[in-house]
T-cell receptor
Framework: NAGVTQTPKFQVLKTGQSMTLQCAQDMNHNSMYWYRQDPGMGLRLIYYSASEGTTDKGEVPNGYNVSRLNKREFSLRLESAAPSQTSVYFC?????????????FGDGTRLSIL | QQQVKQSPQSLIVQKGGISIINCAYENTAFDYFPWYQQFPGKGPALLIAIRPDVSEKKEGRFTISFNKSAKQFSLHIMDSQPGDSATYFCAASIYGANNLFFGTGTRLTVIP
């Protein structure tokens, strides 16, 4: 039972490089999310997709783009990576959008930008 | 600006003791308060949640206490076990809204 799968698990980039983080869920959920987790900051929502074909900005969207490829997959792209984007990135999914819907998280992608 | 303030940052408790983690918020529109548990190398997982129509919610050894007038809520872990060692995040939002605001986390260590 895979749940939410994120790839890669670790990545090191140089400033200015681009990168796409992949996320896939097998729970037939409609909504998907991208968060970043930084020490002393908790988790902050970057973008979310309420349903296939829609995406919306969260709390910290600057510097990121997303694509809801199909119902299962939601990718996060860094076009020109900056050291401030060094973080642990989590993808999550839920049956429907809304904070009261339990969100199921992947195990994260640890991204370092030099 | 941190929407939800969480304390302590870290907590060490003896096995069998009570672990208490506190959170406070300012936005009076918040009406949904979940707690998430995160083990090292894993993503967070929903542990328990409360809405302000009740002052307490209990699930097994985990209890949320809610004080609407003080705008505070807390997680109590009774009979703490080494397997409870994890980072705990409180969160708050407007029920059904898209954005869930997380606290900064508490790293709990339960020593045998």
């Amino acid at each position: 039972n895979a749940g939410v799968t994120q790839t890669p698990k670790f990545q090191v980039l140089k400033t200015g490089q681009s990168m796409t983080l992949q996320c896939a869920q097998d729970m037939n959920h409609n909504s998907m999310y991208w968060y970043r987790q930084d020490p002393g900051m908790g988790l902050r929502l970057i973008y979310y997709s309420a349903s296939e074909g829609t995406t919306d900005k969260g709390e910290v969207p600057n510097g990121y783009n997303v694509s809801r490829l199909n119902k299962r997959e939601f990718s996060l792209r860094l076009e020109s990576a900056a050291p401030s984007q060094t973080s642990v990135y989590f993808c999550a999914s839920s049956f429907a959008v809304g904070s009261n819907q339990p969100q199921h998280f992947g195990d994260g992608t640890r991204l370092s930008i030099l | 600006q941190q929407q939800v303030k969480q304390s302590p940052q870290s907590l060490i408790v003896q096995k069998g003791g009570i672990s208490i983690i506190n959170c406070a918020y300012e936005n009076t529109a918040f009406d949904y308060f979940p707690w998430y548990q995160q083990f090292p190398g894993k993503g967070p997982a929903l542990l328990i949640a409360i809405r302000p129509d009740v002052s307490e919610k209990k699930e097994g050894r985990f209890t949320i206490s809610f004080n609407k007038s003080a705008k505070q809520f807390s997680l109590h872990i009774m009979d703490s076990q080494p397997g409870d060692s994890a980072t705990y995040f409180c969160a708050a939002s407007i029920y059904g809204a898209n954005n869930l605001f997380f606290g900064t986390g508490t790293r709990l260590t339960v020593i045998p």
